[in-house]
């Protein structure tokens, strides 16, 4: 069973920055693409960013693009979200998810294992 461990989400200030980080279990990691989804009370769970298997190509949420960045280490099998510029609009709990190939889309039933969420708080 793989499990996903998400880490670095906390309270920071409108214009700080956060990293977030994603530990997952198993030998495939390299295999799957990642991605980060984020949920804001009342609202659905929605894309912010993707990577593919081999960290060749990423995608982006319009609304995060130019101040997120997705990244992975497969040697550490690792996916990060570096969060820079970032809005009270942010806030919510963030998710990483594999998905069920290696390419990556924005689509969520395409995830197939999810983290337990971290909470990110933008508020001065």
């Known amino acids: 069973q793989l499990q996903l461990v998400e880490s670095g989400g906390g309270l920071v200030q409108p214009g700080g920055s956060l990293r977030l980080s994603c530990a997952a279990s198993g030998r495939t990691f390299s295999s799957y693409a990642m991605g980060w989804f984020r949920q804001a009370p009342g609202n659905e769970r929605e894309f912010v960013a993707a990577i593919r298997g081999n960290g060749g190509r990423t995608y982006y949420a319009d609304s995060v693009k130019g101040r997120f960045t997705i990244s992975r280490d497969n040697a550490k099998n690792t996916v990060y979200l570096q969060m820079n510029s970032l809005k009270p609009e942010d806030t919510a709990v963030y998710y990483c998810?594999?998905?069920?190939?290696?390419?990556?889309?924005?689509?969520?039933?395409?995830?197939?294992?999810w983290g337990q969420g971290t909470q990110v708080t933008v508020s001065s």
């Open positions: 998810a594999r998905h069920r190939t290696g390419w990556g889309t924005s689509v969520l039933e395409d995830y197939d294992y």
